[in-house]
Structures are given as structure tokens and as C-alpha cells.
């Protein structure tokens, strides 16, 4: 291309030659003229590395009209130089002549451009750009140069793995030894700056990931490509929260998988079955809970959160259990139980009146109402949360509404004193009264014989009422009657007074703990009753405690059986032979039970002994030792939440009982009353000494109060 237009350099050397004609012409006449009439001030900026030099001009004020961008690194570093000018005497040029990377050395830099020029041209295959003045005038000109590295970076390394924190994610690591930035595109997707590490959600499937290297001149890297599967894991079928199968069938699913792989309770992942819809078994589940995970697999790449199922396996049937039972006229009142609180208790009656339909019933007393005389058969049953259905516990009972009638076999009343026998068929008490000069006693418990010394001279009456076991009291007293004769005159040398009184009293319990019963409190009351009036001697355990008015209040009673004994001692002396007895037990409480594993002993005054013992983990454990025992009771609250950290309530779970190394039984305290409550296990095959565990099954938090036996 041409440096200049033809016509200006004619023009030009036109004027040229009139100034110097001028300029010479003023020298001659001694007057100063102008030396210039064109002037360009020049700022250059380089871009990239390189150097620019003045190749057509004349910079002026000792400028060489040379800069150079030594330290650039990519197109986008940019430097301003030094301005230079140049003048001329009718226009200015100045042409500028690129030199790409360091001096000599090129290298991978090239001229990408020019900006600012008013014209451009090539000289010895080099484009170089031109500024100029106006004609007669002074202009700043800013031309700018660009050089780029041409030279594309190399092929980065790429690694594609399966992000291990999301469900159908991919993670990249993007690693190159060359400046610049990552490009990355997925599939057909748009490509998008993707940084060396980095995830993003895909769908189900195959994909290809590539990954490109772009430096600062937009030079692209050859590609890096890697394939890879996302797969997820749905489960659509398994067992119930609860289950009585230890055999467990769970349906599987997956869009893209080949098969799957399973974990059961921790252990490490095994294929369990092929193909993209799956059928996997479990067979020989143990009791207790269980959590299994599956993970779909494909080539090689897996499900990073794999789904999960859990539930319990729970084969053992509930024992229920009809015990003592009253009856009372026409009422029966059974006492009905389960070893698992949390199962369902039914109950029926068979007998003359009844049809024997199973309904539902509470633990503790049953009452069934209305019923004929004859022969009962009282029934229960318990189905636990899994469904597991128990044996029926049964116990007959007979209702017998007709009341014993006593008759008096012996009466003998001579003189002051009497004595009478009596007796009556299916008779367990009696009860007697006497009215002496008509005033009427109070009826008392009496056994036969019945004797009475010191009587006062006039009318008397004796009644006597029979009572049998099912509580039928004869309605009629049986009446004897007569009179004690006034006293004669006593001959001399013979001594006169009453007859001596020899037969001791009669005795019975009037209240107190129930007989064998597992009584939650270290404290008691019993009262007696005796066919005369006197004292008692009472023992507890075999020592001897004041009672002379016949109430003895005991304290402090500690764990195990006890047993009071109870005599009466009438005025004369004379002791009842065969006392009443009374025997009964009072639970272990937790403060004397060793808590390890996760046992926490917490102060409770709901409590019955004031501690009550709290887990909030599988496998926490309580222990005790006991001494002869045919049977275990648990006390606790089933029903009533526990209190967990931070004061916060949450429904018991499971605990199960063992007699060293065999489990007893298995206890559910989330339904119930949520009063304490004694907990009856099975009977024991023999009489057991040694530790008594109790073990948490669930994670869910229990409270125990105390443990006892018999």
C-alpha cells in the first residue's frame, strides 16, 4: 500500500519550496518566521508482548519514538508509553513498525491488530500503522497495537467422578500446567466456565463430560472427554415398620442401573440383585430392628447415597396371663396381664350364661357382671404391634351366689362362763356377737370354739354368721340364747369367784398389703382384729415390733420379701397359737441397681423410691442381682414420655429382660396408663440366683423405676 497520496507530496514540496524561499527572503530582511506548520503529538499503548518503533518520522525533543510491553503475559496486559511529536513544515507523518514478543525472539506472539491509525501499510510483509498532523495544524493521536499468543494451550487432565454429597450429581477435577481457564459442556448442553473442581446435577443416565483449556488470547486446548452413568436407588416395596417375618422382600428400581448392591445393618455391600427393576430377600433376620441399604450400580459407577429401609423384626409372641380372681354375688373380677405392655389384650368368658366372644380388655381387672350359678372358664390373649398372637392363658372360676348357714354343735353355758362350737359347710370365717343384759356387741371375726368367762348374772345371746370364700355372708344369724343365775350362798371353807379363763384368742388381718403381692413402696400398714379384747406381739421378718393396739405402720422397708406375723393376747394372758401371717415384696429400686451403657439414674418424685433410671440409646443396661427367684416383675410407666436433653418428651420404646444369658422376656413401654406400673414376666423354668440384666432394644428413650421378684 502507498505511504502517502500522490498529489499532497506534490503539494507539499510545493510549499516546502515557498518556506525555504520565505524563510531565506526573512533572513535577508531580518524578521523571524514560523519554522513549522504541521505537528502530531504521539501516545502509544501496547497490548500483549512487544515492541513498537518509529520506522517514518522524526520524533522530536530527543525521543526515539521506541516503547516496548516486556512483561506482558496475555493480550489483556496493557501499557501506555512515552508521548513523543513530530513537526513538519506543512504536515506531519510518523509511521509505526510492530516487533511481536521479546526482542529477536517472537516466539508464540503475533500481531493480532491495530487500533487508532489513520492509515495503514505494508512494508517488507509487515502492517504498520500511520499518524498524521492536519495541514497547518497541531493533533494527538493514540494508536494502540495488540499481540496475542497464538499458540493454543495442551489438553488438560480430566477426572469425572460421582459427587458422593447429591443424588445424581457429577463432581470434575480439571488440572493443567497452562495459564488461562477451564470451558467445560456436558452432553449437548451449552458449554459454561466450569473452574478446575466443581458438581452439577445431571439426569439419570450416560453422559459425556468435556473439558477444554482457553487462555488469555481465546487460544482452545484440544478437548478432554470422559463418559460416565448417574444412577439412583428407589425402594417401592418392603416390610412394615414391625414385622413377624424374619425373611424381608423389598422391591427396587432404577433408571439406569444394571443391578444392585445391598448393606444390611453396616455390614459391606454385596450384589443382591441384577437388572433395573429388582426383587431382593433377606432371609434369616435376626430379631430386633434392622436398617438395610441399596445402591444402584452401573460399569462401574454407583449411587453415592444409597436409599435405605429400615424396620423391626419382631417373631415373639406376647404371654398374657389371668391370675388371681374374687367373686363376689353374681360379679367375677379377674386379673389379666401381658408381658408386653404395648400389646393388645383380649378376654372372654365361657359359662352358662356367656357365649365366649372374643373383646378387647385392659391389663389389669376384669370385670364380667351378671352371671348364673356354675362354672366359668376366663380367657386371654395378646396380640403384639407386629401382629404376633399369643397362647390363651385360661383360669376356671365357679359362681356360687348360696351363703353357708352356721349351726351350733356345742353349747355349754355354766355358770359364769360358756363355750360354743359351731361350723358350716364351704365355711373359710366366721363372724360372732354377743349381747349381754341387751346390750348388743359388735360382731367380731370368731373361729370355733368360741369362749366367754366373767359373765355378770342375767340374759345373754350369742350369733353366729358363716362366710365363704366368694365372699356369701349368711343373712340370718344362727341364735343362742340363756341366762347366767344369780350367785348363792357360798358354804363355809369353799371359795367362791369366776372360772378361769383358758382359751386363747382368735386372730385375723383386717388390712394390709395382699398376700404375695409386689408392693411399690418401702412402706406398710397392717391392721388386726381379735375375738377379745387384749393386745398383740407382731414380728417383722422374725423380729419382734411393738403393736399392742394391733396396727403396725412399718418404714424403710427394704428390697425382698417380707413377712409379718400377728397374735393376738386376750386379758387372762392367753396368746393365739396360730398367728395370722402376712407376706408380701417390695420391688428393687434403681438407686440400688448398677446403670451402665447408657443408663442415666435421674431424681423423680413421681417415682415410687425417688430415682427413676432414663436411656436414650440401643443397648443401655441396667443390673441386679437377686437371690431364689421363680419369677420377674419390671416396674415402670409405660405410656408416660420420657424426659430426654434438654427437658424435652419422647415416647418410650423397648426394653428386654434376661437371667444371665437368657432373655426372659421383652417389655414395650409406649402405650399405657402412664402410672407406675408392675410388669409381670413369664415364670422362670427353676429358681434363679445371680444378675438380672435389663437391656434397651431401640433407640428410643425408656424409664425404669425398679425390678422385683418372687
Not at 616 to 629: E, H, I, N
Request: glycine share 10%; net charge neutral; charged share 20%.
Amino acid at each position: 500500500m502507498s505511504a502517502r497520496p500522490r498529489g499532497r507530496s506534490l503539494l507539499r514540496r510545493a510549499l516546502a519550496l515557498a518556506a525555504i524561499s520565505a524563510g531565506l527572503a526573512g533572513v535577508q530582511l531580518g524578521t523571524a518566521g514560523a519554522a513549522h506548520a504541521g505537528q502530531v503529538g504521539v501516545t502509544v499503548s501496547i497490548s500483549g508482548r512487544g515492541a513498537l518503533a518509529v520506522s517514518d518520522g522524526s520524533p522530536e525533543d530527543g525521543a526515539d519514538g521506541y516503547c516496548r510491553n516486556k512483561d506482558a503475559q496475555k493480550l489483556g496486559d496493557v501499557i501506555t508509553c512515552d508521548r513523543f511529536r513530530d513537526s513538519e513544515v506543512f504536515e506531519a507523518w510518523v509511521w509505526l513498525r510492530p516487533y511481536p514478543g521479546d526482542p529477536g525472539k517472537p516466539g508464540d506472539w503475533t500481531v493480532y491488530g491495530w487500533g487508532g491509525c489513520d492509515e495503514m501499510r505494508t512494508k517488507n510483509g509487515v502492517v504498520e500503522c500511520g499518524v498524521h498532523s492536519s495541514s497547518f495544524g497541531t493533533v494527538e493521536k493514540t494508536p494502540k497495537v495488540f499481540f496475542r499468543d497464538s499458540v493454543a494451550p495442551a489438553t488438560p487432565s480430566l477426572k469425572v467422578t460421582t459427587d458422593a454429597r447429591a443424588e445424581r450429581s457429577v463432581e470434575w477435577d480439571i488440572r493443567s500446567g497452562d495459564d488461562g481457564r477451564n470451558v467445560c459442556r456436558i452432553d449437548e448442553q451449552p458449554p459454561f466456565d466450569c473452574g478446575s473442581f466443581g458438581t452439577r446435577e445431571v439426569e439419570e443416565g450416560k453422559h459425556t463430560f468435556t473439558a477444554w483449556r482457553v487462555d488469555s488470547s481465546s487460544n482452545y486446548s484440544p478437548p478432554a472427554t470422559s463418559t460416565f452413568w448417574t444412577v439412583d436407588t428407589t425402594v417401592t416395596s418392603g416390610p412394615k415398620a414391625l414385622d413377624t417375618s424374619a425373611t424381608a422382600t423389598f422391591g427396587l428400581s432404577s433408571g439406569a442401573a444394571e443391578g444392585f448392591a445391598c448393606s444390611l445393618d453396616g455390614a459391606a455391600f454385596t450384589t443382591c440383585a441384577g437388572g433395573r427393576v429388582a426383587t431382593a430377600t433377606l432371609a434369616g433376620l435376626a430379631e430386633g430392628p434392622h436398617t438395610v441399604r441399596f445402591r444402584a450400580d452401573r460399569d462401574g459407577w454407583r449411587d453415592p447415597i444409597p436409599a435405605t429401609w429400615s424396620w423391626t423384626v419382631d417373631t415373639v409372641a406376647p404371654v398374657s396371663s389371668v391370675e388371681r380372681y374374687t367373686q363376689t354375688g353374681r360379679r367375677i373380677v379377674v386379673t389379666a396381664g401381658t408381658d408386653d405392655a404395648a400389646s393388645s389384650l383380649e378376654c372372654r368368658l365361657t359359662g352358662p350364661s356367656r357365649d365366649g366372644a372374643w373383646a378387647s380388655c385392659a391389663p389389669g381387672s376384669v370385670v364380667f357382671d351378671d352371671l348364673a350359678d356354675g362354672t366359668y372358664v376366663a380367657e386371654t390373649r395378646a396380640t403384639d404391634e407386629a401382629g404376633n398372637v399369643g397362647p390363651v392363658a385360661r383360669v376356671s372360676v365357679d359362681v356360687d351366689t348360696t351363703a353357708p348357714t352356721a349351726a351350733i354343735t356345742s353349747a355349754q353355758t355354766d355358770g359364769t362362763a360358756a363355750r360354743f362350737a359351731f361350723s358350716a359347710p364351704d365355711a373359710t370365717a366366721y363372724s360372732c356377737r354377743v349381747t349381754t343384759l341387751g346390750v348388743v356387741g359388735e360382731w367380731k371375726v370368731c373361729t370355733s370354739p368360741f369362749s366367754l368367762a366373767g359373765l355378770t348374772p342375767g340374759a345373754h345371746r350369742f350369733e353366729v354368721v358363716a362366710r365363704d370364700a366368694r365372699g356369701n355372708v349368711q343373712a340370718v344369724p344362727t341364735v343362742h340364747e340363756w341366762r347366767v343365775a344369780s350367785p348363792t350362798q357360798v358354804p363355809d371353807g369353799v371359795q367362791s369367784g369366776p372360772v378361769a379363763d383358758t382359751v386363747a384368742p382368735e386372730t385375723a388381718l383386717t388390712s394390709g398389703p395382699a398376700e404375695g403381692a409386689l408392693v411399690t413402696s418401702t412402706s406398710a400398714t397392717l391392721v388386726a382384729a381379735a375375738s377379745e379384747v387384749g393386745t398383740y406381739a407382731c414380728t417383722l421378718d422374725g423380729a419382734a415390733l411393738p403393736c399392742a393396739d394391733g396396727r403396725l405402720s412399718l418404714t424403710g422397708l427394704g428390697a425382698g420379701r417380707h413377712e409379718v406375723r400377728i397374735a393376738a393376747v386376750d386379758a387372762a394372758g392367753n396368746r393365739d397359737a396360730s398367728p395370722v401371717v402376712r407376706s408380701w415384696r417390695v420391688p428393687m429400686g434403681v438407686a440400688a441397681m448398677k446403670a451402665a451403657k447408657g443408663f442415666k439414674r435421674l431424681a423423680d418424685a413421681t417415682s415410687w423410691a425417688g430415682t427413676s433410671a432414663v436411656a436414650t440409646r440401643r443397648g443401655a443396661t441396667l443390673t441386679a442381682s437377686v437371690t431364689g427367684a421363680t419369677q420377674l416383675s419390671l416396674v415402670a410407666t409405660p405410656g408416660k414420655p420420657a424426659k430426654v436433653k434438654g427437658g424435652v418428651k419422647a415416647k418410650q420404646g423397648k426394653v428386654a429382660v434376661y437371667a444371665g444369658t437368657k432373655r426372659i422376656g421383652v417389655v414395650s413401654l409406649t402405650r399405657g396408663s402412664g402410672a407406675t406400673t408392675v410388669l409381670t414376666l413369664k415364670p422362670l423354668a427353676a429358681a434363679y440366683t445371680g444378675p438380672v440384666r435389663i437391656v434397651s432394644l431401640t433407640a428410643q428413650p425408656v424409664r425404669i423405676d425398679g425390678l422385683g421378684w418372687s
